[in-house]
């Protein structure tokens, strides 16, 4: 009986993890896309400000180009930049916490192993398909 707890304890905690680390795939690439629109929007920016006021500025929408006055670029991508970088913090604060579910997670797994010794080899002796 306690062995039949003890594999039922292992596949929850497993599911857990398997759960956990597919979130945290999912935070971290989220993050990197929040990561190359901010340095697109301030690369954007930059290049925006070194045109001078009269310059004809245009703004891309599908396959079309149309003329927009350079305040609104600026405007437009500055938006895009907080935006970006609220969205990194979120996505940041996110990512620690599934960082500190997955370590007691991981440290469960540990003490149950370290509960049944008999279990950690049985495993390790599993092949994976």
């Not at 929408?61 to 437009?76: A, M, Q, Y």
Request: hydrophobic letters at 35%; charged letters at 30%; proline letters at 2%.
């Amino acid at each position: 009986m306690a062995d039949e707890n003890i594999r039922t304890a292992f596949m929850e905690i497993q599911g857990r993890m398997i759960e956990t680390t597919g979130k945290l795939k999912q935070v971290q690439s989220q993050l990197r896309n929040k990561e190359s629109e901010k340095k697109r929007a301030y690369l954007t920016l930059e290049e925006l400000r070194q045109l001078s006021d009269d310059t004809n500025t245009y703004k891309s929408i599908g396959r079309t180009f149309v003329l927009e006055p350079k305040s609104v670029l600026i405007n437009e991508q500055e938006q895009k930049l907080k935006e970006s970088e609220a969205a990194i913090a979120s996505l940041q604060s996110s990512k620690e916490y599934l960082e500190k579910q997955m370590a007691e997670v991981e440290n469960n797994l540990r003490e149950l192993l370290s509960q049944d010794p008999g279990l950690a080899r049985q495993i390790m002796s599993m092949t994976v398909m």
